[in-house]
């Protein structure tokens, strides 16, 4: 009896556990389909911002081959056309002219118009060949009007007042004027604001012409470095509203708006005659916090009081798409997609409930009871028949047999597992044995190090100590010349100090990987002759003469793309050398060329030349050769090993020429990257 009541109570129990599983799996049903909702509304979120950004990059393209084709005129017409078009221009009165008669076999649908101030006449040659560029520029404005369907204007705005502009209009409906010049489509785009001529876009503003408020994406363009004017392409805001009201997913609120948080266009605003905040675009329950949606990352769908948002900056222009979408909506869509599935649910679990029941007694609680006591016997290493049980049951008293028969073969295994474990244990005792003796190496070294270091800075200290004596005790008896003398030898002292001291640093700044490495497209000429002006005092005492060479056809300018002041320190160490090895009244030559990816630097002395075995340690740490300075300098050992960190820190190659009693050449090769040579 008291066996049925514990297989009730775990009849009941099991009930209640398939309810809360039940309940369990709607909710995970629920969960589920709520994630998929938000994936799908996320998904749907990226194609329309894929839609704007296509839209955009399609602008910013057209915009940059009208660039492309106005500065390819320049550079190909060199002087004045006097083309169809230029002679169909027609100066109105004397401050105004413009292209209002287009003849054949031009018409008003394949150019736009042309107005300025000022005469055409009396100006010089390039005024006139930037008229014929303008005029060339044309036909491109009809096809990108092809590309950007949604384009309002394309136009030419020239800093010698004047514009072109499509679609064509009459100059009496739109013509220049000066005022032009304070809108961002021509400001952005000055040299003082826009010195690399990238493309730019405009915060929105009212249209000139009343087609309303709009945004532009201009460039400026440049014949060599003189400034010409601005190219744009104008969207109307209306036209962005227009791009976000087929949104596929039901929501009132879908807002683009850019970097200065102004609304661009809102899927419930078709126009506007003002620039307005992103805040008035938001619902008003949530315009009290609607800044908090940008403290969250980019692309995340958050919550934020009752709505869902989400929020993404376009790849290449300064907007972002705003979503929002009241939560609730989302939950009852859920809901609907999940109820009828948990209505089906529950009638089927009760009437599997019933049939377990009526089951288990005879497929389970009984087999259960003889496989309880076949456990019993097998741990006593009793031997019996299997008894009578559903075919299914067989497999578990095999297995159960099977198991306690690997158990003994496991205790056996166990003990041949302990003899091998300690074998291992001593494997390890050797290893840990061998890393102390590398420690205690590392530990040498270290005192080695020290000790090179306290010897070079002994030597310095110890004139200055042994020069202040003999100051001290002289009381006066010094000349002005020995006073001199012992001061250059005091200075040099300590500047043979100073220069340890900088390599030890600049050693261990380079060891722990804390330089820092700002590069940049750098001219290498101008440090070479920097360089070489720094140590003209040096060579001149020891009557040496320094020659900067230019190999190939360029003498000018050499661009690489470098750390200046890495690169600095890497020539001083060169140069230094070239002087400190050479002897009295030699030559030390500097060679720099262009290569098509490097930038070569050759630094040539005449001093006594190095072995190839010394080669191979040339730029080790503390390496010092057989090779003397030639007028008594000091030599730390460090110079050429920082040489070579810093080289590789730049991507870059140095290497050693030298052949015993022929001096010795070192080239370095800076990288050029990607960039474009310079003139």
Request: aromatic share 12%; proline share 4%.
């Amino acid at each position: 009896m008291q066996f049925f009541k514990r297989y009730n109570y775990i009849m009941l129990t099991t009930l209640i556990a398939v309810f809360s599983v039940a309940f369990g799996l709607f909710y995970l049903q629920y969960s589920t389909q709520y994630q998929y909702e938000i994936s799908e509304l996320q998904d749907v979120f990226e194609e329309k911002l894929f839609d704007i950004e296509h839209v955009a990059q399609t602008t910013e393209e057209q915009v940059q081959a009208m660039k492309y084709k106005a500065e390819t005129y320049l550079v190909t017409h060199l002087q004045p056309q006097n083309s169809l078009l230029f002679n169909q221009l027609q100066q109105v009165n004397e401050s105004s002219y413009n292209l209002d008669n287009v003849q054949s076999p031009f018409d008003e649908t394949m150019i736009g118009n042309l107005t300025g101030q000022g005469r055409l006449d009396k100006r010089d040659a390039n005024f006139y060949r930037e008229l014929d560029m303008a005029l060339d520029l044309s036909p491109l404005f009809t096809i990108a009007q092809r590309n950007v369907p949604n384009a309002t204007w394309i136009y030419y705005t020239s800093a010698n007042y004047f514009m072109s502009f499509y679609p064509w209009i009459e100059s009496t409906e739109f013509s220049f004027a000066e005022e032009f010049y304070k809108y961002e489509f021509y400001t952005l785009g000055l040299p003082n604001n826009n010195l690399s001529g990238t493309i730019f876009w405009t915060n929105p503003y009212i249209d000139a012409a009343g087609k309303g408020l709009m945004v532009t994406c201009a460039i400026p363009i440049y014949e060599n470095k003189r400034f010409l004017g601005t190219v744009a392409i104008n969207l109307t805001l209306t036209t962005l509203n227009q791009m976000i009201q087929d949104f596929p997913y039901p929501t009132e609120n879908l807002l683009l708006v850019n970097d200065n948080y102004q609304l661009l266009a809102h899927s419930k605003m078709l126009s506007s005659q003002a620039v307005q905040s992103a805040k008035i675009g938001f619902p008003t329950d949530m315009q009290a916090q609607w800044q908090t949606l940008f403290q969250h990352p980019e692309g995340e769908i958050v919550k934020i009081g009752d709505y869902l948002a989400i929020y993404k900056k376009l790849s290449n222009v300064p907007w972002k798409l705003i979503l929002l979408l009241p939560n609730q909506l989302i939950v009852k869509n859920v809901i609907y997609k999940t109820s009828w599935g948990f209505i089906i649910l529950l009638p089927c679990l009760l009437v599997v409930l019933l049939i377990t029941y009526l089951v288990t007694h005879q497929e389970f609680i009984r087999p259960a009871g003889y496989l309880i006591e076949h456990i019993e016997n097998e741990s006593k290493v009793i031997s019996k028949l299997i008894p009578k049980v559903p075919t299914d049951w067989h497999i578990w008293f095999t297995t159960v047999s099977n198991i306690f028969a690997q158990n003994r073969d496991l205790f056996a295994e166990l003990k041949e597992y302990s003899a091998s474990l300690e074998e291992k244990v001593q494997e390890r005792t050797r290893d840990i044995i061998f890393k102390n003796k590398t420690l205690v190496l590392l530990n040498q070294e270290k005192n080695e190090f020290l000790g090179i270091v306290a010897h070079d800075l002994k030597n310095p200290l110890s004139a200055i100590l042994n020069l202040a004596q003999m100051i001290q005790e002289a009381k006066g008896d010094l000349s002005q010349e020995e006073l001199l003398e012992y001061a250059d030898i005091i200075e040099m002292s300590a500047h043979n100090m100073f220069q340890l001291i900088t390599n030890l640093l600049d050693v261990n700044a380079i060891e722990s990987g804390k330089m820092n490495v700002n590069l940049e497209i750098i001219d290498i000429s101008s440090i070479i002759k920097r360089t070489i002006a720094n140590y003209a005092e040096q060579a001149k005492r020891k009557n040496i003469t320094i020659h900067l060479k230019y190999l190939g056809e360029k003498t000018g300018s050499y661009w690489a793309f470098v750390d200046i002041n890495l690169t600095q320190q890497i020539l001083d160490n060169v140069v230094s050398n070239a002087i400190k090895y050479s002897p009295q009244g030699k030559n030390v030559c500097v060679r720099l060329t262009d290569l098509e990816k490097q930038v070569r630097c050759e630094i040539e002395d005449e001093g006594p030349g190095l072995s190839a075995d010394e080669q191979k340690k040339l730029f080790g740490k503390f390496t010092r050769l057989s090779p003397k300075p030639t007028g008594g300098e000091h030599s730390t050992g460090l110079g050429l090993f920082i040489v070579k960190k810093l080289v590789d820190t730049l991507a870059g190659q140095v290497w050693c020429q030298s052949e015993v009693g022929k001096g010795t050449r070192f080239i370095i090769e800076f990288p050029k990257n990607s960039i474009n040579n310079m003139s």
